[in-house]
């Protein structure tokens, strides 16, 4: 079965750097678009990133960019999200997500998810 397992998310102090990673089986990952969502205690899942399958195309919500990186690895069937200069509303359970085609910013059009990782930023 289709298995999305997020790595990489812990407790860091503004300004700091974090890596998520996203290991994907049981499906053609090079295929697939994939993204990153984030949902903060009450909130609903936002947008934060996504990258085309051949990783040509990238997409970042505008509260991330500059700061964030999307990357892909299709030999090793991993997205990657890197995080740099953290703020405390960065602070949330980040998930990774996977859909046929295009890249969207609309988490209805995701029909695989992982079980997300948390990423607590202090101030």
């Known amino acids: 079965q289709v298995q999305l397992v997020e790595a990489g998310g812990g407790l860091v102090q503004a300004g700091g750097s974090l890596r998520l990673s996203c290991a994907a089986s049981g499906l053609t990952f090079s295929t697939r678009a994939m993204a990153w969502f984030r949902q903060a205690p009450g909130e609903e899942h936002d947008f934060v990133s996504g990258?085309?399958?051949?990783?040509?195309?990238?997409v970042y919500a505008d509260s991330v960019k500059g700061r964030f990186t999307i990357s892909r690895d299709n030999a090793k069937n991993t997205v990657y999200l890197q995080m740099n200069s953290l703020k405390p509303e960065d602070t949330a359970v980040y998930y990774c997500a996977t859909r046929m085609r295009l890249v969207t910013k609309n988490v209805y059009d995701y029909n695989y998810w992982g079980q997300g990782t948390q990423v607590t930023v202090s101030s």
């Open positions: 990258i085309s399958w051949s990783g040509g195309s990238t």
